[in-house]
């Protein structure tokens, strides 16, 4: 079945660098990809998707990458703020199937 | 806010007690779900309901019982829980599910549930 890993359980930055959270995902049927950003206290919150037919994709500070020759997501963040302190976790689609979601990667962000 | 509310925030209930959660949606979505969040694990899907039919039972013991009596509403009954069942509790809804352009999900705040 379908498993979804990030690389690293927790990435420190300073504030005004960009960060980037990886992921991995194991079902190349997979056809579509939503990062979700969980804050202390609250529940998971939609930043950005994308579907298999794209390798990126921009939003406000966001950029998402997809390789699926490696089945490899990113998500970066552009000039991070302390505001973007949170659990980061992408989830993946195999198409008609349930999200598979990833274990969460805590970004912190260093003054 | 997503428009995905839960109530209670946090629970705290005896291995005998009976509660229940409730979580509510308001974007007029076809499918909710509820899901299990342990420390540092990933979420666990637990039940799904699609147009207020259940879709979806991910092997979750039979003290957890879900209801959902029509498309807005959810609940999940707790019964003789065991400690092990101390978790973030979240709902989730969605425009359908399965299909490939409306799966987004939504979720909750959550209920923080500590089982004694």
């Known amino acids: 079945g379908e498993s979804v890993g990030l690389h690293l359980p927790t990435l420190s930055v300073q504030e005004g660098d960009n960060s980037i959270i990886n992921c991995a995902y194991s079902?190349?049927?997979?056809?579509?990809f939503i990062w979700y950003k969980q804050e202390s206290g609250k529940g998971p919150q939609f930043i950005i998707d994308i579907r298999s037919n794209m390798d990126k994709r921009q939003g406000q500070r966001v950029t998402v990458l997809l390789n699926k020759t490696v089945k490899h997501l990113s998500l970066q963040i552009a000039a991070t703020q302390p505001g973007d302190s949170a659990v980061y976790f992408c989830a993946s689609h195999p198409y008609g199937q349930n999200f598979v979601f990833g274990p969460g990667t805590r970004l912190s962000v260093l003054p | 806010e997503t428009g995905v509310t839960q109530t209670p925030r946090h629970l705290v209930m005896g291995m005998t007690n009976k509660k229940s959660l409730k979580c509510e949606q308001h974007l007029g979505h076809n499918a909710m779900y509820w899901y299990k969040q342990s420390a540092k694990k990933p979420l666990e899907l637990m039940f799904v309901?699609?147009?207020?039919?259940?879709?979806e039972n991910n092997s979750v013991p039979s003290r957890f019982s879900p209801e959902c009596p029509n498309s807005s509403h959810l609940f999940l009954h707790l019964h003789t829980l065991q400690p092990e069942d101390s978790a973030l509790y979240l709902c989730?809804?969605?425009?359908?599910?399965?299909?490939?352009?409306?799966?987004?999900?939504?979720f909750g705040p959550g209920t923080r549930l500590t089982v004694l």
């Open positions: 079902n190349s049927a997979s056809d579509y």
């Open positions: 989730a809804s969605s425009q359908d599910q399965g299909g490939f352009n409306t799966d987004t999900q939504y």
């Open positions: 309901y699609n147009f207020k039919e259940q879709t």
